[in-house]
């Protein structure tokens, strides 16, 4: 156990979603997959401790990484392209 009380399942997690998916979404029948466990156990035995810490979120698209899992794991988060930023002005030639 490390210091905030992630085993080797709960990091084997964490590092899966990072290295393997930009930090999400993924969704959980392919993180279960990936880590050859059974859904069941992704759901009530990983997932519990790590939502509840802020470390995964849950969204409609997936499973993500949150801030805190990514400064957990030394590792720094992917930045997100400007061209995916359009808020409502750009996307009528406004600023």
């Known amino acids: 156990m490390d210091h905030l009380g992630l085993d080797g399942a709960d990091r084997r997690y964490l590092i899966l979603l990072a290295e393997n ?55 720094e988060a992917p930045k997100v392209p400007e061209s995916t930023k359009l808020g409502q002005a750009d996307l009528f030639g406004g600023k």
Request: glycine share 14%.
């Open 21 to 75: 998916y930009g930090g999400g979404p993924v969704g959980v029948e392919t993180i279960a997959a990936a880590l050859s466990e059974p859904r069941d156990a992704i759901e009530e035995v990983i997932e519990p401790y790590l939502l509840q810490q802020g470390l995964i979120l849950r969204t409609p698209r997936g499973r993500m990484l949150g801030a805190k899992a990514w400064r957990h794991l030394g590792l």
